[in-house]
Nanobody, 124 residues
């Protein structure tokens, strides 16, 4: 089992920044892919970013590339999503996830463990 706890969401004005955290615990997850997904009201859950825990390779959705940075602190087993230049369309509940996948990191169905989510609201 893997436990994931997100934090850091909140309300921010357009153009502002937020840093989300995902604290991971439980069985070793050094071989997992860790992902961030988001879901806005009335929309499907969508891929935001992923990182291969062992190698550190990162992947981003086109909509956030250049604005968001996904990085990890191995000593704390914590992952971070730094979000800059936020836009109102970034408003959603953000979820951290862990999955035994490498190729299909952008598919939510490939992830086995999910956090409870944290709300991000960007006002215009």
């Amino acid at each position: 089992q893997v436990q994931l706890v997100e934090s850091g969401g909140g309300l921010v004005q357009a153009g502002g920044s937020l840093r989300l955290s995902c604290a991971a615990s439980g069985r070793t997850f050094s071989y997992y892919t860790m992902g961030w997904f988001r879901q806005a009201p009335g929309k499907e859950r969508e891929f935001v970013a992923a990182i291969i825990w062992s190698g550190g390779s990162t992947y981003y959705a086109d909509s956030v590339k250049g604005r968001f940075t996904f990085f990890k602190d191995n000593t704390k087993n914590t992952l971070y999503l730094q979000m800059n230049s936020l836009k109102p369309e970034d408003t959603a509940v953000y979820y951290c996830a862990a999955g035994d996948t490498y190729r299909y990191y952008y598919r939510s169905t490939e992830y086995d463990y999910w956090g409870q989510g944290t709300q991000v609201t960007v006002s215009s």
